[in-house]
Each structure stands twice: as C-alpha cells, then as structure tokens.
C-alpha cells in the first residue's frame, strides 16, 4: 500500500521547485518541537539545501482516518489524511541572516510579522495549487485528491522555535486510495486462525 512515504516523495516533489521554499520540506515526528534545534540539520536526514534553514515548509504528523476494513454501508476507496503544514521564516532576518528590507544605511530591519503573515500564506496556497494541478493532471490516476467536504484554513504563527519563526499553518485533508491488499497476513489466513469459542472465558466472582 501507499501512504506517509509516498505523501513525503510528493510533497517533496513539488517544494523543489517551489522558488521561496527551494525544497527545504521536512516531515517533524515531535509535533515541530525539532525547530528548537540548534542546527536544523539535526532532525533531517540532509543537510538543508546550499546551507539555508529558512524559509521551509514543516509537515506535522498526520491523523489519518478511513473504512480500514473495506466493508459496510458507506464502502470509501479513500483514506483521509489530516494535513498540516508550517510555512516559516524568521519576521525580521533574510535566510541569510541579514536584517529584512533594512532602513537606508541601517541594520534595522523593516519586514514585519504581518509582512511575514503574508508572504507565508502565498507560499502555502501556492503549494495548496500546484498539488492540485499535478492532480488534475491525471499522474496521479485518481490514486489522491484534496477533499472538497472540509475546506482549507490558514492560520497565522509568531514567533516560534528559537529562531523565531513567522509564517502560515495550512490544515487540508487529503485523501488517497493507498490500496486494500492485505499485506500482514497470509493469503489461507482464514483456515488458519483458530476462532475461540463463544462463552464467557471469564465469568463474574467475588474474591477469588
């Protein structure tokens, strides 16, 4: 079946080329507390790309939902994934670590918070669209599609993790046919497993 790492290789996929995340995309299994790192390079497999930690888009753990058995009145081929991402960088400093739109012959830097908000927010529904057109392109043979049922939000974030990171939170669901294989057991699993009998295996007693 596909799932989490397949989401990963899209995701990844599609922030390559994205021309402000440039591929900085990393999934964070402790809810973002990973941004505490010193060295960001610590929770990710590879270093950041060129050296740079921001801006990226950080992806929390999923909730995934669905008809796991495959069976019952409202049969769905799909899976809902509970997407969230983070789409950051530091208000006031650039990813290279020089004051934002700086005042005239001053390192006082001019971007704010709320130009940070901003900028985010494009970078997210941005990647909320080019998904969409690689779906709509039909590479992906109706295998995922973004739900239309719950629609996506955009939260904004201040000031966060040690660097101090501004951006966007993109919650969507996604939802994906990862396929009804039973991958866990053996194909004769039904002869197999010994089914006990139906009594009480338990009955009720008082101190004994």
């Known amino acids: 079946m596909i799932g989490i790492p397949y989401i990963n290789s899209l995701f990844s996929a599609i922030l390559d080329v994205s021309l402000v995340v440039g591929g900085r995309f990393y999934i964070c299994p402790k809810q973002g507390s990973e941004m505490n790192n010193a060295n960001i390079a610590e929770f990710v497999m590879n270093a ?9 888009a950080l992806m929390m753990p999923p ?3 669905g008809n796991f058995q495959f069976v019952g009145l409202e049969i769905t081929d799909y899976d809902s994934y509970t997407i969230q ?7 006031s400093y650039t990813a ?3 004051p934002s739109q700086p005042l005239p012959n001053t390192p006082i830097p001019t971007h704010t918070v709320v130009d940070t908000w901003h900028d985010m927010s494009r970078c997210a529904e941005d ?4 998904l969409r057109g690689i779906i709509d392109s039909g590479q992906l043979q109706g295998t995922l599609t973004i739900s239309e049922r719950l629609t996506p939000v955009i939260q904004y974030i201040t000031e966060i993790g040690n660097d101090k990171l501004s951006g966007a939170l993109l919650t969507f669901n ?6 009804c294989e039973l991958e866990d057991y053996p194909s004769d699993y039904l002869t ?5 009998a139906l009594t009480d ?5 008082v101190n004994s």
Request: proline residues 14%.
């Open 127 to 130: 990647f909320l669209k080019a």
């Open 174 to 179: 996604l939802l994906m046919n990862g396929g």
């Open 201 to 205: 295996i338990h009955p009720t007693h």
């Open 48 to 56: 950041p790309p060129n050296g740079i930690k921001w801006p990226a």
């Open 192 to 196: 197999r497993i010994t089914v006990p």
């Open 96 to 98: 290279y670590n020089q």
């Open 85 to 91: 991402m983070m789409f950051l960088r530091p208000a």
């Open 63 to 65: 909730k995934k939902s």
